[in-house]
């Protein structure tokens, strides 16, 4: 994808995985990963060996659960990451076309719902993949405005997510 591959730029790397991770003292103390690898080729974001999943039982309806699962190359696992501008990038579902959403009523709270929703370029669809040196964490733009520094990530309770685990917004500060 075209897009992927100026992401892929944009952060500094040709390489055909692009690895995201959190990074600070607080998240590590916390002794929970945050980190993902994003694949060009198959279009999946991988954390603690499971992939990124759209609930298959909801995909048709704004809302939509966003969760891990063992990864299979279904389409509800594929996301197209489109860099929209310097700020934000847009994570969408390859199966429904939605975009990966914050949950605006609760962005200021450990365990913000991320869902998908359909796009409207607002800051809750747009996500940052950490720019400069490796690790990289992904957070999103509008939990950053409202001055939280929130991660991409499972409760941090769950060190060994199972297939249906929620992913939300996470942060240590």
Not at 7 to 20: N, P
Not at 36 to 55: F, H, P, R
């Amino acid at each position: 994808m075209k897009k992927s591959t100026k992401l892929a730029v944009i952060i500094g790397t040709t390489a055909v995985s692009l690895t995201v991770a959190a990074t600070g003292a607080q998240a590590s103390e916390a002794g929970h990963s945050v980190s993902w690898i994003y694949n060009e080729d198959t279009g999946t974001l991988v954390s603690n060996g499971k992939c990124l999943d759209a609930d298959l039982d909801s995909i048709d309806n704004n809302g939509t659960k966003v969760q891990l699962w063992d990864c299979n190359g279904s389409t509800e696992q594929q996301w197209q990451i489109d860099d929209i501008n310097a700020d934000g990038t847009v994570v969408r579902n390859a199966m429904s076309q939605r975009c990966l959403d914050a949950d605006i009523n609760s962005i200021d709270s450990n365990g913000t719902k991320v869902q998908l929703w359909d796009c409207d370029g607002s800051t809750e669809q747009q996500w940052r993949f950490g720019r400069g040196e490796l690790p990289y964490n992904i957070t999103n733009l509008a939990s950053h405005d409202a001055g939280y520094e929130r991660y991409l990530t499972t409760p941090p309770s769950d060190d060994q997510p199972e297939n249906g685990t929620p992913v939300g917004l996470w942060g240590w500060n």
